[in-house]
């Protein structure tokens, strides 16, 4: 009810913006299949031709293919982005850490495998919809080695994404439920040659240093050129 009012007061004003699905968690958490809160949320943006963003982990976007072609070739764009976003309405990245089960099954709990993620990414792009691939964040020296972003940038090639969007990890917090907390426990438990660098590296804020920063950009640009994946929306 919140969303049709502020969305119908927006559309009377032509005040047109893409609307991210979601910033902070993820639309399609498992949860969805029973309430269906993000399917009923599309509903309303499409009745008011409103762009989406859809940013997920999940194969459950499947589902709202048919509302996300609507959203895509009726949605009224912002003056400053139809030209750049050639009209589409609709874009979906899928997020990634890894591209490695294993891996995702120690930082990715709940999310679905990567694997079947990378089916429906390709699903996705077979359908047409503006497609690219959210790499945030990625793990140092777990997923961000030479040996496995070859592997991530080669596989996303290979599904013909539009975009790559490589990012570096971020970590908030000292209590129990806190993402560094979690994280250094998780790396403890199972990469236990790396916990004094993950302490070292988050013990004076939550980001990394500004040399590791510097390097991770150089060789993300390095390998957008070097792929021919565009490094941008």
């Given at each position: 009810?919140?969303?049709?009012?502020?969305?119908?007061?927006?559309?009377?004003?032509?005040?047109?913006?893409?609307?991210?699905?979601?910033?902070?968690?993820?639309?399609?958490?498992?949860?969805?299949?029973?309430?269906?809160?993000?399917?009923?949320?599309?509903?309303?943006?499409?009745?008011?031709?409103?762009?989406?963003?859809?940013?997920?982990?999940?194969?459950?976007?499947?589902?709202?293919?048919?509302?996300?072609?609507?959203?895509?070739?009726?949605?009224?764009?912002?003056?400053?982005?139809?030209?750049?976003?050639?009209?589409?309405?609709?874009?979906?990245?899928?997020?990634?850490?890894?591209?490695d089960d294993n891996?995702?099954?120690?930082?990715?709990?709940?999310?679905?495998?990567?694997?079947?993620?990378?089916?429906?990414?390709?699903?996705?792009?077979?359908?047409?919809?503006?497609?690219?691939?959210?790499?945030m964040p990625l793990?140092?020296?777990?997923?961000?080695?030479?040996?496995?972003?070859?592997?991530?940038?080669?596989?996303?090639?290979?599904?013909?994404?539009?975009?790559?969007?490589?990012?570096?990890?971020?970590?908030?917090?000292?209590?129990?439920?806190?993402?560094?907390?979690?994280?250094?426990?998780?790396?403890?438990?199972?990469?236990?040659?790396?916990?004094?660098?993950?302490?070292?590296?988050?013990?004076?804020?939550?980001?990394?240093?500004?040399?590791?920063?510097?390097?991770?950009?150089?060789?993300?640009?390095?390998?957008?050129?070097?792929?021919?994946?565009?490094?941008?929306?």
């Amino acid at each position: 009810e919140i969303l049709d009012r502020q969305l119908f007061n927006r559309a009377k004003k032509n005040q047109y913006g893409i609307i991210v699905l979601s910033s902070a968690t993820d639309p399609y958490l498992q949860i969805e299949k029973k309430y269906e809160l993000t399917r009923e949320a599309l509903k309303i943006i499409a009745k008011y031709k409103f762009p989406v963003h859809i940013i997920t982990k999940s194969d459950l976007i499947e589902r709202d293919f048919d509302l996300l072609h609507t959203i895509d070739k009726t949605a009224l764009l912002p003056n400053d982005l139809k030209d750049r976003l050639n009209n589409r309405g609709t874009i979906i990245s899928f997020s990634f850490s890894t591209i490695d089960d294993n891996v995702a099954k120690i930082f990715e709990k709940g999310a679905t495998k990567p694997t079947e993620r990378i089916e429906v990414l390709n699903k996705t792009v077979a359908e047409n919809f503006y497609t690219g691939v959210s790499l945030m964040p990625l793990l140092p020296f777990i997923s961000d080695t030479t040996e496995h972003l070859n592997l991530l940038f080669s596989t996303f090639k290979k599904s013909k994404i539009n975009y790559l969007l490589p990012a570096t990890i971020t970590l908030f917090g000292n209590g129990l439920a806190d993402s560094k907390t979690l994280m250094i426990n998780a790396i403890k438990k199972h990469y236990p040659k790396l916990e004094n660098k993950y302490i070292n590296y988050f013990k004076n804020g939550s980001q990394m240093p500004t040399f590791y920063k510097k390097a991770f950009t150089e060789k993300m640009k390095e390998l957008s050129k070097e792929y021919k994946i565009n490094d941008r929306i």
